[in-house]
């Protein structure tokens, strides 16, 4: 499950520069209620992004925004208040990580899930009933 962060450089901390995919691994499975689960702990990944802080933008000007886009496969976070409780974890932890100043409303958190089947992992497509399955046999 990728998560992308895109920053401005210099927004983020030396601290969270390092920290905060690791943050972010650890709020999505326990939102998830896969926590430590290390199936489902293991195909979660991802990217941090640091821009020139004149590349990034809001509403057509230059703007400080921290972007984290998480992608699912449809099964993730399936109902609007799991998905409330993943986008408020991952607020936070991007405001933890964040230099002095920086406003909570320059941090946004987006969630895109993949259509049933489309979700791959070395070679394999999943369905959203045969990563339960994974998941669930990791968990025994």
Do not use: C, Q
Not at 10 to 38: F, H, K, M, W, Y
């Amino acid at each position: 499950m990728p998560i992308t962060v895109t920053a401005p450089r210099g927004v983020l901390t030396a601290r969270g520069e390092r920290e905060i995919l690791p943050a972010l691994t650890a709020a999505l499975a326990e939102v998830s209620g896969g926590a430590g689960n290390d199936f489902f702990t293991g195909i979660i990944g991802g990217s941090v992004h640091l821009l020139p802080p004149e590349d990034i933008y809001a509403g057509g000007e230059n703007r400080p925004i921290v972007m984290v886009e998480l992608k699912l496969p449809n099964i993730g976070l399936p109902d609007p208040d799991a998905r409330a409780a993943f986008i408020t974890a991952a607020t936070d932890i991007v405001a933890g990580l964040t230099t002095a100043g920086h406003r909570r409303e320059d941090i946004w958190v987006n969630i895109l899930n993949a259509l049933d089947g489309a979700w791959g992992i070395g070679g394999r497509a999943y369905t959203g009933e045969a990563l339960i399955a994974a998941v669930t046999a990791a968990a025994n």
